[in-house]
């Protein structure tokens, strides 16, 4: 049985004749389902199980970017297969997967085509695409033998299934690949160098891949992990046990 968790934005009126197509198309597939719309205080791990007690073989999620870090940072120790419907945007996370946006979906979703993803943790947190932090007074050991330190701000990016891109003009955009089955969280860290009133210049960014991060401050920090925010002084970063199992597309980019 397939349950099909909507974002509550799907609700406007420029998603439904997407939302209507997609419906259509999952029915002439033969994998049409539950529906469940979400809403800002839903828990989506206790949602998620009390289906599969129900009898749910996978839960698709539906909406956006933002969605899908909603969801699976709560859920993503359930022991069920997840897919993705991206509509509307941001959709980066689908482009990693290989998931076109809207109806065409449906096409990648009926053919079940399953592998492994990393899964990031964090002070007892999960994040599947991308951890934040803006410039901040942080100081960074990883892997237990590399500590990096600045004498002012820095900012600091963890990226899963999420690229990191960083320079302002899109023809000059790096070719960022991040690889979610490598068994490593990928670092980008950018140490600010300039500051005006609207624009904050920084250098070229670090990159590095590691298996567990400790940052930490003599000030509180803010933290943005799969569209949460939190205030930390202190955070460990590391590959979680678990895996998720996700359909994907033969565009996928890792």
């Not at 932090?133 to 330190?149: A, G, L, M, R, T």
């Not at 205030?231 to 590391?238: D, H, Q, R, S």
């Not at 678990?242 to 994907?248: A, L, P």
Request: overall charge positive.
């Amino acid at each position: 049985m397939y349950v099909y968790l909507y974002d509550n934005f799907l609700r406007q009126r420029k998603f439904q004749s997407t939302v209507k197509a997609m419906e259509t198309r999952l029915t002439d597939f033969g994998v049409a389902g539950k529906i469940i719309r979400l809403q800002n205080f839903s828990d989506s791990q206790a949602l998620i199980e009390d289906e599969i007690r129900k009898g749910a073989k996978a839960i698709v999620i539906v909406g956006n970017d933002i969605t899908f870090g909603h969801v699976l940072s709560r859920a993503a120790s359930s022991e069920v297969l997840f897919g993705f419907l991206p509509v509307g945007g941001p959709n980066q996370i689908a482009e990693v997967l290989g998931i076109p946006v809207g109806p065409e979906a449906c096409d990648v979703l009926s053919r079940r085509r399953k592998v492994k993803l990393d899964v990031g943790w964090f002070n007892n947190r999960y994040f599947v695409s991308q951890l934040h932090i803006p410039p901040s007074d942080i100081k960074v050991i990883y892997d237990e033998k590399f500590q990096v330190s600045s004498s002012g701000k820095m900012e600091l990016v963890v990226c899963n299934l999420q690229p990191f891109v960083w320079q302002e003009k899109k023809e000059s955009l790096p070719r960022c690949v991040i690889h979610p089955q490598d068994g490593k969280l990928e670092a980008f860290l950018r140490p600010v160098v300039d500051k005006h009133l609207w624009k904050v210049k920084y250098e070229e960014p670090s990159i590095f891949p590691f298996e567990e991060m400790i940052v930490w401050a003599d000030k509180p920090f803010a933290v943005e992990a799969d569209g949460k925010q939190s205030k930390e002084t202190k955070i460990k970063i590391k590959l979680a046990r678990k895996r998720i199992d996700m359909i994907v597309g033969r565009e996928r980019k890792f």
